[in-house]
């Protein structure tokens, strides 16, 4: 049983080997609460591109940093907080990318803001902070 | 009366990556691909039945393959992930109305 409101936190260094320590504690953490496999992937994928943006553009040239990731169980959902010290973002300059064409780059936060019920990025205290927050039916909650 | 006949023989190179294909596997993937198109081979049919978990740095690196195959005079086609959450990442880009993709190898590539 998880318990709400606990917090889980886990702090990386700023490279693109140890992000898949991400998606194993979401998919492990979001087994025990009976979350979709859908849904599961959807926070990982999420959760993946906002860290791989973060190594790539907030810490571009940037060698030593860290992202931290809290992750908080809710009722029927999962908030997680992603804060960095690189280089400060604006998501709102982002556009989607044009879809159905050959095209390579701008998924990242498509996929993100595709696959979350909230994505919100502010800067707070001197940090990047990312809020990423999904729900999802637990499996066998279905009414028939 | 001469008949002139000639077999005329197409290469295909099959890549099949499993596991997870993103920022951190991509570019070795991306990579491979390189070095096998500057090696001549024109024809790209990537296998992606294993596949788990791909991000948009793993979806970039198979757009690349096939703007560079289609540079070249040829093409990239390309295996369904067999698990339904990856597939859904290139329904939701349209990618899988980009790709000429079938179920299985032989589907694919009979269709080169």
């Given amino acids: 049983m998880i318990d709400p409101d606990d917090e889980i936190r886990l702090v990386l260094p700023a490279k693109h080997q140890y992000l898949n320590l991400t998606g194993a504690a979401i998919d492990a953490l979001l087994t025990r609460m009976d979350c979709p496999a859908r849904a599961s992937y959807d926070v990982q994928v999420a959760l993946q591109e906002i860290c791989a943006n973060i190594v790539d553009h907030a810490y571009e040239d940037r060698p030593g940093g860290q992202i931290q990731v809290t992750i908080t169980p809710r009722e029927n959902a999962l908030e997680i907080t992603v804060r960095d010290r690189g280089i400060a973002f604006d998501p709102d300059t982002v556009i989607d990318p044009p879809l159905g064409q050959l095209q390579e780059r701008g998924f990242g936060l498509f996929f993100a803001r595709q696959m979350l019920d909230g994505l919100e990025y502010a800067v707070d205290d001197g940090e990047n902070c990312w809020r990423l927050y999904k729900k999802f039916e637990p499996v066998g909650s279905e009414v028939v | ?112």
């Fill in chain 2, 1 to 112: 009366m001469n008949l002139e006949i000639n077999e005329h023989v197409k290469r295909i190179l099959t890549i099949k990556p499993d596991g997870r294909l993103d920022s951190f596997t991509a570019p070795k993937l991306r990579s491979q691909i390189l070095e096998v198109l500057e090696e001549g081979t024109q024809f790209l049919c990537l296998d992606l039945r294993e596949l788990l978990f791909i991000d948009s740095a793993g979806i970039a690196v198979l757009v690349n393959a096939l703007k560079r195959s289609r540079q070249q005079g040829g093409d990239t086609k390309l295996v369904a992930p067999l698990n339904p959450e990856a597939m859904r990442m290139f329904e939701l880009t349209k990618f899988d109305q980009i790709f000429d993709m079938g179920a299985t190898p032989a589907e694919v590539l009979a269709r080169f």
